[in-house]
């Protein structure tokens, strides 16, 4: 008998599988993978770090999750960052809980080197990696490398 782990799943299907699909990553992805089982729930820590994108940029990925023991899993904090070639800051997703006067709090972005705040109602990864490939002006190229 399989045993199922709905916090490995999730993190396949939310993580990695995202990135795979994105066209944006050029490098082996190294998913760190830390869970706690507990009786009634157990809680999972994932990171990527220093992962290689197109055009030499870096993502670092940080995320946290629990299982209720019911199978229901629940993404408790995430940063996921983006540098361009040069080191600089291109754009953060997270939840940090500070920002509380924007809409959808806590989860927020920082655009910009500068980092400039603004809210954002669209956590997952999914729109994250999108922000990144318009960031990058990269369209086309990424719709051409999908279809391969």
């Known amino acids: 008998m399989t045993h199922r782990d709905p916090l490995k799943e999730y993190y396949y299907t939310n993580l990695v599988r995202p990135l795979v699909y994105s066209g944006l990553v050029v490098d082996e992805i190294d998913l760190?993978?830390?869970?706690?089982?507990?009786?009634?729930?157990?809680?999972?820590?994932?990171?990527?770090?220093?992962?290689?994108?197109?055009?030499?940029?870096?993502?670092?990925?940080?995320?946290?999750?629990?299982?209720?023991?019911?199978?229901?899993?629940?993404?408790?904090?995430?940063?996921?960052?983006?540098?361009?070639?040069s080191g600089l800051s291109v754009v953060r997703y997270d939840n940090a809980p500070h920002f509380n006067n924007f809409k959808h709090f806590p989860h927020h972005r920082h655009d910009g080197p500068e980092e400039a705040p603004a809210p954002n109602p669209d956590h997952r990864l999914q729109a994250f990696l999108q922000d990144v490939s318009v960031y990058m002006g990269n369209r086309k190229y990424l719709q051409k490398r999908r279809k391969r």
């Open 32 to 85: 760190s993978l830390n869970i706690t089982y507990g009786p009634r729930e157990s809680t999972a820590e994932a990171e990527i770090h220093d992962l290689t994108l197109v055009e030499g940029w870096r993502m670092d990925l940080y995320e946290t999750a629990r299982d209720d023991g019911s199978g229901n899993v629940e993404q408790l904090r995430y940063v996921y960052t983006v540098q361009d070639h």
